[in-house]
C-alpha cells in the first residue's frame, strides 16, 4: 500500500523522507539521540520517516522511540466512499467523479498509491481496495496520504480507528516501537493462517513473511487452535441464555479467553483489543447479574486499554469516561439491579470475578 517517494511538501513536519543512500545514516543517528519520551497524544519532531522497505514497497519507520499508547498519525482522508455499491462497473463511475473533483494535491497523491492489482478493467477500483481503510461501521471507507502507507504484518505494533468526532483516522502504537523500526498495521485481524494467507493474495497481492507466518507447520497449527477457540468462546459468551442462567460457566469462559488471547497475541495489535472487548463481555455478564464491583472493575480494565488503542478522545472512550463517572453516584446501583443473587455495589468486594480465576 506504498506510493514512490513523496516531496518535502507533501509531508506533514512530524515526517522525514529520506532518499535510500542515507537511511543507514539516518537510523545511525537515531540510535545516537535517542530521548525518553511519553505517551501524549502530540506529535514529536520527526516521529517516522517514509523510506522504502524491500520487497513491501514504501513504509513508515520510526524515527525516534515511540512509546507504547503514543498516538502516531491523526489523519484526515483523501476522500470517502460508501462500499454499499451493485456493480464494479458503477463503483468505478463513482470514483471516476470523485477523483476528479478532488484538488490536484489529492488527485497526484491517490495516483501515487500502490496498486496491487494493476491489470484491473477496474482501476480505480483496484487502486481504492488496495488502500482504502474501513471506517467506524464498515459501510464506507477512506484513502490516506500517509496511513495507507503502513505496511502489513501479522504481529502488528500499531491499531488503526475511526475516528468519527475527529473525522480521522487515528494509529497509536500498541506496543513500545524502537527507532529505526517499522511502523505496522494488521490488515487481517485475528484470522487463521488459511485465511490470512488467501485474504492477503487475494486483495493485495502479499505473501506474507512476517514471523507469526514463518514458523514451524506444529507451531502454525497450535497457533490457529487457539484463535479458533478465542472466536468460539466469544460466541459462546455473548448467547443471552448463557449469561442469564450460567454467570459463572461464562465467566470461567471469560477467563480461558483472556489466557489464550495473552497466549496468542502478547505485544501485538489484536492483544489490546481483544482484551478489552473479552472484559466487555465479563462485564455484560456481572452487570447483569447486579455485582457492580465486578462490572466496575472490568469496565475500568477495557477503558485503560481503549485508551492506548484508540486514544483518550475516541467517542467510545469518552462514554465509557462517562459510564464510569455515573458510576460513582450512589443511586447508580439502581440502574444495574436486574436480579439480587450476587449484587454488590460499587467499593463492595466482587463476587463474580473470582471464576475468572486471575483475571
Keep these: 500500500m506504498s506510493p514512490p517517494i513523496k516531496t518535502e511538501e507533501n509531508v506533514s513536519d512530524t515526517v522525514m523522507v529520506v532518499p535510500s543512500q542515507g537511511i543507514d545514516e539516518f537510523l545511525q543517528y537515531c540510535k545516537e539521540h535517542q530521548t525518553p519520551t511519553q505517551p501524549t497524544h502530540t506529535f514529536g519532531p520527526n516521529l517516522y520517516l517514509i523510506h522504502d522497505i524491500p520487497p513491501k514497497g514504501r513504509g513508515l519507520i520510526a524515527g525516534v522511540n515511540i512509546p507504547k499508547g503514543q498516538r502516531i498519525l491523526l489523519e484526515q482522508p483523501l476522500f470517502t466512499s460508501s462500499l ?19 484538488p490536484p494535491a489529492a488527485h497526484d497523491t491517490f495516483f501515487a498509491l500502490h496498486n496491487a492489482n494493476p491489470t484491473s478493467e477496474h482501476p480505480l477500483t483496484a487502486r481504492f481496495l488496495t488502500n482504502c481503510l474501513p471506517d467506524q461501521d464498515r459501510s464506507t471507507a477512506s484513502v490516506y496520504s500517509t496511513a495507507c502507507l503502513i505496511n502489513h504484518d501479522c504481529r502488528a505494533n500499531a491499531h488503526g480507528e475511526w475516528n468519527t468526532d475527529a473525522k480521522a483516522a487515528t494509529i497509536h502504537a500498541v506496543r513500545d516501537i524502537n527507532a529505526g523500526e517499522e511502523i505496522t498495521m494488521n490488515y487481517v485481524s485475528g484470522k487463521v493462517k488459511e485465511v490470512r494467507d488467501d485474504k492477503l493474495n487475494r486483495l493485495f497481492n502479499i505473501s506474507c513473511t512476517c514471523e507469526l507466518c514463518c514458523l514451524p507447520p ?13 472466536y468460539m468462546l466469544f460466541e459462546e459468551i455473548g448467547i443471552a441464555h448463557n449469561i442469564l442462567n450460567e454467570p459463572e460457566q461464562c465467566l470461567e469462559e471469560c477467563g480461558r479467553l483472556m489466557d489464550l488471547i495473552d497466549e496468542e497475541f502478547a505485544g501485538y495489535s489484536e492483544h489490546l483489543l481483544l482484551s478489552a472487548q473479552a472484559c466487555e463481555a465479563a462485564f455484560h455478564v456481572c452487570a447483569t447479574h447486579s455485582d457492580l464491583a465486578s462490572a466496575c472493575a472490568l469496565q475500568r480494565r477495557s477503558y485503560e486499554m481503549r485508551v492506548v488503542f484508540a486514544g483518550s478522545d475516541a467517542p467510545l472512550v469518552k462514554q465509557m469516561r462517562s459510564a464510569m463517572e455515573y458510576q460513582h453516584r450512589e443511586t447508580a446501583a439502581d440502574a444495574w439491579r436486574k436480579c439480587s443473587r450476587w449484587h454488590t455495589r460499587r467499593g463492595d468486594e466482587p463476587k463474580l470475578l473470582k471464576f475468572m480465576g486471575e483475571h
Design 218 to 230: 506444529l507451531a502454525i497449527q497450535e497457533s490457529d487452535a487457539r484463535r479458533t477457540e478465542i
Design 84 to 102: 454499499e455499491w451493485t456493480s464494479y462497473q458503477d463503483f468505478e463511475s463513482h470514483l471516476s467523479h470523485t477523483i476528479t473533483t478532488l
